[in-house]
């Protein structure tokens, strides 16, 4: 652009070996400069289809008195007024004009930190398993196998049962709570899901009614926690402890009745309680207990 304003348009083609129109094309674009020759949209200003101004006035008009409406239904009562676009076109000038609402956002959910347990007792956590049907010999028998497993030392107790509900959770609390007293230690707290076996606290009618679990939870001394709801992780040790029951159990024995269910699950318990785990150093969750035991008598 200088070389031509200096020595002219035609020397400056001969220069750069480009056209005069292409050099005049330049010249009508040049400001003095830089951004002046930047590329610019090549849209179009205005298109022989577009919305008219009386049809994008219908559409604020009938938008602005049905704020709620859907799309489509919107576009049904356009029709009735002499609107004649497809579904497509109003959905593009509607979304130009920001007449969709704005997605919200959704604050992050950051988890608390994980709050390690300084000794046994201090929170016990509960569950059910369902007892896969292949494992079942008579197809009529439904069994379950309740599990609650000390967080610090990893001891377990497990119970056969045949019904779930909060009965079978009432009695399974007061088992667990006998069994660990039995190796030197209180529970103080079980931390279960929102299952109605052991909580109302979904429940539309007796939402502000305390289940058999939790009144006989009060009675023994054990606080009741429930965890975050949707949340199977935060009950992490027990749900773990039922995928190695499936893998070390579940998927090689086979029951006859509650009775041979619950012999089984017995033995299942002893060993399970002696296998060492990585979390407790390749200690077993009896010797872990029994360390403890030695370090703060």
């Known amino acids: 652009m200088k070389y031509a304003e200096k020595y002219g348009v035609s020397r400056a083609s001969r220069k750069y070996n480009k056209s005069r129109s292409y050099i005049y094309y330049w010249i009508n674009r040049y400001k003095g400069t830089l951004e002046s020759l930047a590329c610019q949209s090549r849209r179009p200003h205005h298109h022989p289809n577009q919305h008219t101004e009386e049809e994008l006035a219908l559409i604020k008009r009938m938008?602005?008195?049905?704020?709620?409406?859907?799309m489509i239904e919107l576009w049904f009562r356009l029709r009735k007024q002499g609107y004649k676009r497809c579904p497509e076109s109003l959905f593009r000038v509607m979304r130009r004009?920001?007449?969709?609402?704005?997605?919200?956002?959704i604050k992050k959910y950051i988890p608390k930190p994980y709050e390690q347990m300084t000794y046994p007792g201090e929170r016990v956590q509960i569950d059910v398993k369902f007892v896969p049907r292949s494992c079942i010999a008579d197809p009529s028998l439904k069994l379950y196998q309740y599990t609650a497993i000390d967080e610090y030392s990893r001891l377990r107790y497990l119970q056969a049962f045949e019904e779930h509900s909060t009965y079978s959770s009432t009695v399974f609390l007061k088992n667990a709570a006998a069994f660990f007293k039995k190796h030197g230690f209180d529970m103080e707290c079980a931390q279960t899901d929102n299952g109605f076996e052991f909580t109302n606290r979904f429940s539309q009618s007796k939402k502000h009614l305390l289940t058999l679990f939790e009144s006989t939870a009060a009675s023994l001394g054990i606080r009741h926690k429930l965890i975050r709801p949707y949340t199977p992780r935060h009950n992490g040790k027990v749900e773990r402890s039922h995928r190695e029951d499936q893998k070390r159990?579940?998927?090689?024995?086979r029951f006859y009745s509650l009775e041979?269910?619950?012999?089984?699950?017995?033995?299942?318990?002893r060993r399970s309680n002696n296998i060492p785990m990585r979390p407790l150093h390749w200690l077993s969750p009896r010797e872990a207990l029994s360390s403890f035991t030695v370090q703060h008598v």
């Open 63 to 70: 938008r602005h008195r049905n704020p709620d409406l859907g």
């Open 97 to 105: 004009l920001g007449m969709f609402p704005q997605n919200k956002t």
């Open 260 to 269: 041979d269910f619950a012999t089984q699950l017995s033995a299942h318990l």
């Open 249 to 253: 159990f579940y998927s090689s024995h």
